[in-house]
């Protein structure tokens, strides 16, 4: 159960908030402003603080700025409300030391995701805090940054060599809460028209070659080619006590990226006067519920292929295309970032239009993995 501060100058959207925390079990105090919210805050230090933007006397943003000038409550994660119309303004909130955002009109599921990304960043922080991490994984998250983790590999296959699928079962198989990766190289094209096919051919069989490796070893449920990408999946029931399958999708993401910049190492070894397009990934990664169908083969009959179906693959594969544009080799949901909040590093946000979704889709920049 968690100490919960309110403030909202609208009473009807106080009570709901206050009316989902409470069934969750946390304990909440709701304030109409930002002056009364912070004579709450300071009466009894809580450990998370919802607020709205605008308010009477004290607005949102400036009860934030009291809050992280002061040595008590500089450290309590803020969670903002907004409205559509004062999206454009959040900068000013998360460069003054907001955490998350939410804007109004908002569902009560995306409230305790919300909620429960900060509070579980809070219970991780203190756990590593309070335990001697093993010199294994130490060695491992090291070598993940530099090498893709040798040893942490190998620990991690053996964990789930008997989990990885050979046959299947018949029909179709849901995976709710699911991580999507896509990984694409987007100048193939452009290296097909400048290069031997030989040669490119054995360029692609290296990354892939690696690709698989990476994606299997850190644990996806299953994976597949879609045009010239890889499309993997990891599922929930691969989580360890300390590692959630989306980590290990964004530990595999980043993997990629260094795989790519290996094989553009040897490109350049080969080629580097003839100024061609740099071999690089570009990878999305995106959480939501997933159906991988079985694909029957209408020519024999006897052979299949699996394939995730879905809203959650889909966008997936268009963030990716999206992200291009924005220069970043790794892109991810927000939704997807508040299951790994604290352990990676991010850079830009944006909100990116997806073709075919009525809303953009909120996404960041992963630039690695947190110290």
Same mark, same amino acid.
């Given at each position: 159960m968690a100490h919960v501060v309110v403030m909202e100058d609208d009473a009807g959207t106080r009570v709901l908030i206050a009316s989902v925390l409470k069934k969750d079990g946390h304990q909440v105090l709701a304030a109409e402003d930002g002056v009364q919210g912070l004579a709450l805050l300071r009466a009894e230090v809580p450990d998370l603080v919802i607020s709205d +933007?605008?308010?009477?006397?004290?607005?949102?943003?400036?009860?934030?700025?009291?809050?992280?000038?002061?040595?008590?409550?500089?450290a309590v994660p803020v969670i903002l409300l907004t409205s559509l119309q004062e999206r454009a303004h959040m900068r000013i909130g998360m460069t003054t030391g907001a955490d998350d955002y939410i804007t109004k009109p908002f569902r009560a599921a995306e409230l305790r995701q919300a909620v429960d990304a900060q509070l579980n960043k809070r219970a991780v922080q203190a756990t590593l805090q309070a335990m001697a991490v093993d010199t294994a994984v130490t060695i491992a998250l090291d070598e993940q940054r530099h090498e893709?983790?040798?040893?942490?590999?190998?620990?991690?296959?053996?964990?789930?060599?008997?989990?990885?699928?050979?046959?299947?079962?018949?029909g179709d198989e849901r995976i709710a809460g699911a991580t999507v990766l896509f990984a694409d190289i987007p100048s193939y094209a452009q290296l097909a028209a400048q290069l031997p096919a030989a040669e490119l051919a054995e360029l692609v069989r290296k990354f892939y070659g690696n690709a698989n490796d990476t994606v299997h070893l850190f644990g996806a449920r299953m994976m597949c080619f879609v045009g010239e990408g890889l499309l993997a999946v990891f599922e929930p029931q691969s989580d360890t006590r300390t590692v959630s399958h989306t980590l290990r999708a964004m530990r595999a993401a980043l993997?990629?990226?260094?795989?790519?910049?290996?094989?553009?190492?040897?490109?350049?070894?080969?080629h580097g006067a003839q100024g061609l397009p740099a071999f690089e990934a570009s990878v999305a990664v995106h959480a939501g519920d997933v159906t991988i169908t079985r694909l029957a083969d209408p020519l024999h009959g006897t052979q299949s292929q699996l394939l995730p179906v879905g809203d959650a693959a889909s966008a997936t594969l268009q963030l990716q295309k999206q992200a291009r544009a924005l220069g970043w080799h790794v892109a991810a949901s927000v939704e997807a970032v508040r299951g790994v909040t604290g352990a990676v590093r991010t850079g830009a946000r944006a909100? +990116?239009?997806?073709?075919?979704?009525?809303?953009?889709?909120?996404?960041?920049?992963?630039?690695g993995l947190a110290a």
């Open positions: +933007v605008q308010m009477p006397g004290l607005n949102g943003f400036d009860m934030l700025a009291e809050m992280r000038r002061d040595p008590r409550l500089a893709l983790a040798k040893l942490y590999e190998e620990r991690l296959a053996a964990e789930l060599s008997e989990r990885w699928p050979t046959a299947g079962a018949e993997g990629l990226v260094e795989s790519a910049r290996g094989v553009h190492a040897v490109l350049q070894s080969r909100l +990116v239009p997806l073709p075919g979704h009525a809303a953009p889709l909120d996404a960041v920049e992963i630039v």
